[in-house]
């Protein structure tokens, strides 16, 4: 896409998410002149503090890098005033963008948001639209206002969910796609050959901050919905049910072909595979388990050291 003209782009980005976008307008006629990022974390056990990967990339690329803790002491807004940016592209920043950030470059702010807007606006739409069942997602592209995902739809591109596909997969085709759909956008604002759509007020919803108590598994819910929570909640924060007072995680399920007329959350197969009896008489079995400070590991390696006697509860009553 290189063209007799390019912009000058500040971008805005914190997880291995929006590298893709990060990467493809540096590779693009388009001039990179900041990036903004979280502040740096700590990570792992030894809580080493660790700069996400979207400043990782910027750094390798030699891209000044800015960090700020807030947005709305005038800091940032005066440090982009100097940078002068024609553009500003958001994807997963983290940090809601004051008025006064908004209005400064000459095209404003877009934002790469992972939903079919105005659906599942928010903080985890692409594990939420998973654990809710949904078919197709896709990214959006808009011009950021000030209030969250609400702004007027610049371009979408829809794609399909695999049945079995996991949120960790779907990041990942996402990314993608949504760096290729931010690449045209900017080229289509470049040209003015794009019209803002306002977002429908119909369907709609938000994802929420996704929080480990929410993915316990719930057995009176259907082997759908089960495994949707399953994929919707993989890599973090992982479903799990509690047995014998230990957190075991679920990483992996399929729903079993059988129907079974017992009451929810009940062990039906143990010979080979996990099976459990699920709502409205359907059975779910469990491929891949975690159990509290071991490995993942199969079905059938997991009955070799837990007896699970047909008939008996998955999960145990008490948390431990």
């Known amino acids: 896409m290189m063209g007799e ?4 782009i500040v971008f805005m980005g914190t997880p291995d998410y929006a590298v893709p976008t990060l990467a493809a307008l540096c590779e693009s006629s388009h001039e990179i002149i900041g990036v903004f990022a979280q502040p740096d974390k700590p ?3 030894k809580r080493i503090l660790t700069a996400p990967p979207v400043k990782q990339y910027a750094v390798e690329k030699g891209i000044p890098v800015y960090q700020p803790n807030t947005l709305r002491d ?5 440090q982009l005033r100097e940078m002068n940016p024609d553009l500003i592209v958001v994807v997963a920043y983290g940090k809601i963008l004051p008025k006064e950030i908004l209005q400064l470059p000459k095209f404003g702010c877009i934002n790469g948001h992972a939903s079919l807007l105005p659906a599942y606006r928010g903080a985890s739409p692409i594990q939420w639209c998973i654990v809710c069942g949904e078919k197709e997602t896709g990214v959006t592209i808009m011009q950021m206002d000030e209030g969250m995902d609400t702004g007027d739809i ?4 829809r794609t399909a969910i695999g049945e079995n596909e996991t949120a960790e997969e779907l990041f990942e085709r996402l990314s993608t796609l949504s760096a290729s759909l931010m690449l045209d956008t900017v080229a289509k604002i470049e040209e003015g050959s794009i019209t803002p759509i306002p977002q429908s007020t119909d369907g709609v919803s938000y994802a929420p901050i996704l929080k480990k ?11 759908q919905a089960l495994h949707n929570a399953i994929r919707g909640y993989y890599s973090w924060p992982c479903a799990f049910f509690f047995r014998d007072g230990k957190r075991i995680k679920v990483l992996k399920s399929r729903i079993d072909d059988a129907t079974i007329a017992k009451p929810c959350g009940l062990v039906v197969e143990n010979s080979g595979k996990i099976a459990v009896s699920c ?17 993942a590991m199969t079905a059938q390696e997991f009955l070799r050291g837990h007896a699970l006697e047909i008939g008996e509860p998955i999960a145990g009553e008490n948390h431990g």
């Open 5 to 8: 003209s390019a912009l000058r």
């Open 43 to 45: 990570v792992g056990r």
């Open 74 to 78: 005038g800091v940032a807004t005066e």
């Open 154 to 157: 610049l371009q979408v591109k």
């Open 213 to 223: 108590e929410m993915a316990e598994l719930d057995f009176s819910k259907t082997a």
């Open 279 to 295: 709502g409205d008489g359907t059975v779910l079995s469990l491929e891949l388990l975690q159990p509290e400070g071991s490995r």
